[in-house]
Each structure stands twice: as structure tokens, then as C-alpha cells.
């Protein structure tokens, strides 16, 4: 019981870097309205959804083996929902700085 309880203080204190991690734009200069590449790369994101990814899938994990009640299964696919936004982010940051036209211009 005391092991759950943690459980879900961690996630409740790792959600605002899980938002940050699916909030943050892949490339700054597009979110602003300019077509140019974004040299920086993808450790902005990255910076925020490693540990996003490892508290909530790890989290999602643990709480589907606890399925006694029904509050650690939802539990367990908010979780999962949470690790999809911020890896869908994460993937498009890592596509966008290992695209072609990054590789060239940004070396």
C-alpha cells in the first residue's frame, strides 16, 4: 500500500515535465512562423521526455500488474497516454534534427 502511494506521488510530481515534454515545439523558429532549420537539435525536448518516458513507463507497468481495482488500471492507461504524447514528440524531435537538409546545413 505504501509502495502505491508513492507510486502516485511520483507521478503526480513528474506530470509537469511530462508537460513540458509534449508542450515544447520540435523546432522554435517553425513554432514562430519561420521557415528555417533549428541547429540547436532535439536536447531541448529530449532535455524534459527522458525522464517523462522512464517515470511514466515505468509507472504504467506497475500499476497494470496491481489490476485488483479498476482505479490502478486507469490509472495504468492514463500513464500509457501520457508515454505516447511525449515519445510522439520526442520521435518527431529526433526526426527533425536528423532530417537531410539538418544534417547538411547545420554541420
Not at 533549428?38 to 517523462?52: E, K, N, Q, Y
Not at 490502478?72 to 515519445?87: D, P, Q, W
Request: aromatic share 8%; hydrophobic share 55%.
Amino acid at each position: 500500500m505504501r509502495g502505491l502511494l508513492i507510486l502516485y506521488l511520483t507521478l503526480v510530481a513528474a506530470l509537469p515535465v511530462a508537460i513540458l515534454a509534449t508542450v515544447l515545439p520540435v523546432n522554435v523558429y517553425r513554432a514562430q512562423g519561420i521557415e528555417a532549420l533549428d541547429c540547436d537539435g532535439p536536447i531541448g525536448v529530449l532535455f524534459f521526455a527522458l525522464p517523462a518516458l522512464l517515470v511514466y513507463g515505468v509507472g504504467a507497468i506497475l500499476l497494470y500488474r496491481k489490476r485488483n481495482r479498476r482505479l490502478h488500471l486507469v490509472a495504468s492507461l492514463c500513464c500509457l497516454l501520457v508515454f505516447c504524447f511525449v515519445g510522439w514528440n520526442a520521435v518527431a524531435a529526433l526526426r527533425e534534427s536528423h532530417g537531410g537538409a539538418s544534417i547538411e546545413a547545420c554541420a
